[in-house]
């Protein structure tokens, strides 16, 4: 079989599908997987950190969303270019598969597909479902949902347990923290300068322990607060945390739930359709961990940080694929098992 996996946008759309590729190919039958995406740099960074080289639609965004008149234009006939594409793209690869992985880019999929007749399974890693799935339930395509289980059901990347003291080499963090408490402060991909800027009260409330934040140093003057920068390879930094404090994006709060990771979830406000907050709520529902919105204070985080400390969780590491053999078996439960399927081109 040929699998096309399409994803982009954010890490929270790239690494489900790069969990979920990793698990076919060790997994399933599979000739070739190929991934799709678009052509911000930053999706390419996150590809290439994992060694894929992706295929790339000519398209940087979704032409909603945005107030530039002139780069909805722009974005909007780049749409349409990738629509083009894709088209291409099917009929030189022939894929017997399309998972689409949310963002931008599965909407040129969906089309491209559909009109061939490839067949289409999305994953939808949100609980709240995004504009393409929304159109792809319409048309009556298969929609594999997250969080509405007993686990997030998000494909997640294998997590590997570091030694202490390896993973302090590797950050090039100093041996003075050894035996300190370590809180790591996620603020996705795209990085949060609302939730970085509120370090500057609750750093003071606990001097004694590390702030570990995965962001550019932004103006935070702390002995206890150590910038790091993005971390594609996260299996360093988890193996260290005590705590975690991150927005609410689905790919890492189901990477969270599967290692089992005591966490404070703050959700970004202005997500669309507010999906963060309600991947926020099932997490708390699912794994007993906290919620606090932006608009509540610093002394709310303070507090909801000291009632993590008091909940003791053994980490879990290994693989997880339960998410990734749910949605192949979706997929099998479909279209039936190993047999070609017929295109128009």
């Not at 530039?68 to 629509?83: D, G, H, V």
């Not at 594409?85 to 030189?92: D, P, Q, T, V, W």
């Not at 494909?155 to 408490?181: M, T």
């Not at 529902?285 to 909801?304: F, K, M, P, S, W």
Request: proline share 3%; hydrophobic share 40%.
């Amino acid at each position: 079989m040929n699998i096309f996996l399409t994803a982009g946008g954010t890490g929270g759309h790239i690494f489900p599908a790069v969990a979920f590729g990793q698990w076919l190919g060790g997994e399933k039958d599979t000739s070739s997987i190929y991934y799709i995406c678009g052509n911000r740099s930053l999706e390419l960074e996150i590809y290439r950190h994992s060694g894929i080289e992706p295929l790339i639609l000519p398209i940087e965004g979704s032409p909603f969303g945005i107030s530039s008149f002139f780069n909805k234009i722009k974005r909007t006939f780049n749409m349409l270019r990738s629509c083009i594409y894709m088209f291409y793209l099917i009929k030189k690869f022939k894929p017997d598969a399309c998972f689409m992985f949310g963002g931008y880019v599965s909407f040129p999929a969906l089309l491209a597909c559909t009109v061939v007749g490839v067949p289409v399974v999305v994953h939808e890693q949100n609980a709240v479902a995004g504009r393409v799935v929304r159109l792809a339930q319409k048309i009556g395509k298969l929609v594999v949902k997250s969080w509405n289980s007993e686990t997030s059901n998000v494909p997640v990347r294998e997590f590997l347990l570091w030694g202490r003291q390896a993973a302090f080499e590797k950050l090039d963090i100093s041996n003075r923290w050894i035996d300190s408490r370590i809180i790591g402060i996620f603020g996705g991909s795209l990085t949060s300068r609302a939730l970085i800027n509120v370090l500057h009260t609750v750093v003071k409330s606990f001097p004694d322990d590390l702030f570990l934040v995965l962001s550019e140093k932004e103006g935070i003057e702390s002995k206890n607060a150590l910038f790091i920068g993005r971390q594609w390879d996260i299996n360093p930094v988890l193996s260290i945390v005590d705590l975690v404090v991150c927005r609410g994006g689905a790919s890492t709060l189901a990477e969270l739930e599967a290692y089992n990771i005591s966490t404070v979830v703050v959700p970004w406000e202005k997500s669309s359709d507010d999906h963060q907050a309600a991947n926020a709520e099932r997490f708390s529902e699912i794994t007993g961990n906290y919620v606090l919105r932006e608009n509540q204070d610093a002394e709310q985080l303070i507090r909801l940080i000291s009632l993590s400390f008091n909940r003791q969780r053994e980490k879990k590491s290994g693989a997880h694929d339960q998410a990734s053999l749910n949605l192949f078996r979706a997929f099998e439960d479909k279209y039936g098992t190993g047999r070609k399927y017929e295109r128009t081109v």
